[in-house]
């Protein structure tokens, strides 16, 4: 990301602080592309050098919003539909590959995929909203999106605060970091699959 951009999500941060984190993790779980991610990092690098923020309201703040978001997603594309998915698709740019890749690995591995959706930056942004379109079970999808909100901004967060000094290693760590969770979301996915096929049936 652009060294001004991420100097003007600084300054945003420090200015309204909790709003800040509050307002830019709930929009992108609910499908608005915004850099919730880099938001969360920074206001977790600002708490460990300038003490405005504290880390601990951090997570609780932003999982309650990143939970409320991908509720919201997926109230939105529970009720709008496979028209109001591909208008967001159109507007905001998003390759008909990327939609059908989330939609295999939703109808396949079901709620799950939610969890491990929460740490991949495009599956991330509109797993709420897919996930209504499918008609994903409500309380599966709670559950796993709460889970995967709690687990992914607690290791964010921290991540942001124990690297203070680090920054742009933190960055390139983040981005490792994303390949290596699909990585292992694969693993666990296939391990899942041959366990399924393998037991005997009751």
Do not use: C
């Not at 990327?98 to 740490?119: D, P, Y």
């Not at 996930?131 to 991540?159: D, E, K, Q």
Request: aromatic letters at 14%; charged letters at 15%; zero cysteines.
């Amino acid at each position: 990301m652009h060294h001004a951009i991420i100097q003007s999500l600084r300054a945003f941060i420090a200015d309204y602080g909790y709003w800040a984190v509050a307002v830019a993790l709930l929009s992108e779980s609910a499908g608005i592309p915004v850099p919730g991610e880099i938001t969360l990092l920074l206001a977790s690098f600002l708490a460990y050098h300038e003490h405005r923020l504290q880390l601990g309201w951090i997570i609780v703040i932003a999982t309650a919003a990143t939970t409320l978001g991908g509720d919201l997603g997926y109230a939105v594309g529970y009720h709008g539909g496979r028209h109001l998915l591909d208008r967001y698709q159109r507007a905001f740019r998003i390759s008909p590959a990327t939609i059908k890749r989330g939609e295999q690995m939703f109808a396949r591995h079901g709620a799950a995929a939610i969890f491990f959706a929460r740490f991949i930056f495009g599956l991330r942004v509109f797993a709420g909203p897919l996930a209504g379109v499918l008609r994903m079970r409500w309380r599966a999808f709670a559950i796993f999106n709460f889970l995967g909100a709690a687990v992914w901004v607690a290791v964010i967060a921290s991540a942001g605060y124990l690297f203070g000094q680090h920054w742009h290693t933190l960055l390139r760590t983040m981005q490792r970091f994303n390949i290596a969770v699909l990585i292992v979301a694969g693993v666990v996915i296939l391990w899942w699959r041959y366990r399924r096929q393998t037991l005997p049936e009751n």
